[in-house]
């Protein structure tokens, strides 16, 4: 078996599309990661998720800490037997939402103390705890601990947040490999763990997390602290250089990216993993992506539309209802509207991550997205 291999099959100008091998499957890149906050894909069953083409899932280190607990979780045979899902799952460190949504949160080099946005009890998440939490879930990617500050911070306090996210990333790794006394031996045996490469939108800090992070050594790197507000230009500007200054042997993961033209622009710079929680929220609000933009099914025009909601898109959902339907269902407030608005955008996701890499299998990556970007958007969904 398999613990962890890349292997790139085929290159197009700075993309790259290929696979990870891991004992619990293989992950086919550029991938696109559904976000299972709480254990669930909100709204689809894990069969539904592996039917739409997902490969792998994210699960949230903060929430499933708090509800029902880690120790819970592990004493319940895991994340991948609590929710019925077998293949791989990523989790994120924690480090994001505990920052975000918790309140009350008290920083020092130690970790982060909080109290929970649940019930106003007191944690304290440290790299070390992160690690542990993530190894009682069964997590299969494991993301290293990091600091992160707004991008409108000054220069002085990104460059404290990276470094002090550097030295978080060496503990992480020490505890991942058992090093902290915690006994993470074994999990290490058959997983991964993947560093967070920070620095906002420096070059000179980006080089320097790299740098950093490259020294300690992981299996993959992550490219943390971008879609938080600085707009597609400024991302895609950092992209244009944050991609190459990771290894390139290795995968490269931008978090919580994107919109579908994100995710074409990253990939054409390199990016071969994401995750978003857009595909499924968009999904519980009536928003559905299409081939030529996204599309509002609680609209008017949409009352007596017998179409489908994407007359191109394959999925189960477009092979059965309406638009009709879909706006009926989702205007009353019916939860089947929820969930077939979740599949399709899920499975709108997949397919457009499955193009990608037939695009550049195939060396056509920059006609496929000249042609995306010149459809995409353009329309309002038909
Ligand atoms: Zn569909």
Redesign the pocket.
Known sequence: MTRFAFTIAANDGRARTGEIAMERGVIRTPAFMPVGTAATVKAMKPADVRAAGADIILGNTYHLMLRPGAERVARLGGLHAFMAWDRPILTDSGGYQVMSLSELTKRSEEGVAFRSHLDGSRHLITPERSIEIQRLLGSNITMAFDELVPTTSTREVQAAAMERSMRWAKRSRDAFDGRDGAGGEAHAKHNAIFGIQQGALDEGLRRASADALVDIGFDGYAIGGLAVGEGQEAMFACLDYAPAQLPADRPRYLMGVGKPDDIVGAVERGVDMFDCVLPTRSGRTGQAFTRTGPLNIRNARFAEDQG???PT???P??ATWSRAYLHHLVRAGEMLGAMLMTE?NI??YQALMADLRAAIAAGTLSDFAGDFRARYGRGKGE
């Open positions: 489908p909601l994407d898109c394959a999925c959902v477009c399709h499975f709108f």
